[in-house]
């Protein structure tokens, strides 16, 4: 079973376009994040939630909007696609009372931006 | 805000040779996290050190905390194929609670 989940795992989509990434954990986690990952590799926080309710927001463009209809969802939309938009998104979740905020990720979501 | 310096950022070493991983914080920290995020594979927690001056080991990787808690090593004896990837330290910030991640180390080894 994966523990954290996002779809689509590769995403090719025109400039101007909006997009939506999903994710879903099963560890029963009360936070989840938003990463973004560049082609240098550095890996930088968007979004925390914690319970449904937004703790971490970053300095992003309001066109990322995520939203969690419940604390094991948390999904990213992004309007009007951007070239520089162009990255791996990885979805995380974690439990900091009891692992320490050990980040547990998912699999990635591998953006380009023509 | 809280920035940790991870170095160095590639490294390529003959399958068999030792490598090693540094980070460096200018603020004491209450503790340090290690990924590894394999090539087209996403960051997997290795470890983490809370106490000043602790060394764990995992087989052949030895996880070390600095005695002022402001610098962790990650060093690989005899490295091997498998051992490819990017090296990633992690430490929660000060002010807002977050985990702040270093630049990673990216180590190629040649067969």
């Known amino acids: 079973d994966t523990a954290v989940s996002q779809t689509p795992k590769y995403l090719v989509t025109q400039m101007g376009n909006d997009k939506s990434i999903k994710c879903e954990q099963n560890l029963g986690h009360d936070t989840m994040y938003w990463y973004k990952q560049d082609s240098k590799k550095f890996l930088k926080i968007m979004f925390s939630y914690n319970n449904k309710e937004l703790i971490i927001n970053e300095t992003v463009p309001n066109r990322f909007s995520p939203k969690s209809p419940d604390k094991a969802h948390l999904n990213l939309h992004i309007n009007s696609l951007e070239l520089g938009d162009s990255a791996v998104y990885f979805c995380?979740?974690?439990?900091?009372?009891?692992?320490?905020?050990?980040?547990?990720f998912g699999e990635g979501s591998w953006l380009t931006v023509v | 805000g809280q920035q940790v310096m991870q170095i160095p950022q590639y490294q390529h070493v003959q399958e068999g040779e030792d490598f090693t991983t540094y980070c460096n914080s200018s603020t004491t920290l209450s503790n340090i996290q290690w990924y590894k995020q394999r090539p087209g594979g996403h960051p997997v927690f290795l470890i983490q050190?809370?106490?000043?001056?602790e060394v764990k080991k995992q087989k052949r990787l030895t996880f070390q905390f600095g005695e002022a808690k402001k610098n962790s090593s990650l060093h690989i004896t005899a490295t091997q194929t498998t051992d490819v990837g990017t090296y990633f330290c992690?430490?929660?910030?000060?002010?807002?609670?977050?985990?702040?991640f270093g630049q990673g180390t990216t180590l190629q080894v040649k067969p």
């Open positions: 992690a430490v929660i910030s000060s002010n807002t609670g977050k985990l702040i």
């Open positions: 050190l809370v106490k000043s001056g």
């Open positions: 995380a979740s974690s439990q900091p009372r009891t692992s320490g905020n050990t980040i547990y």
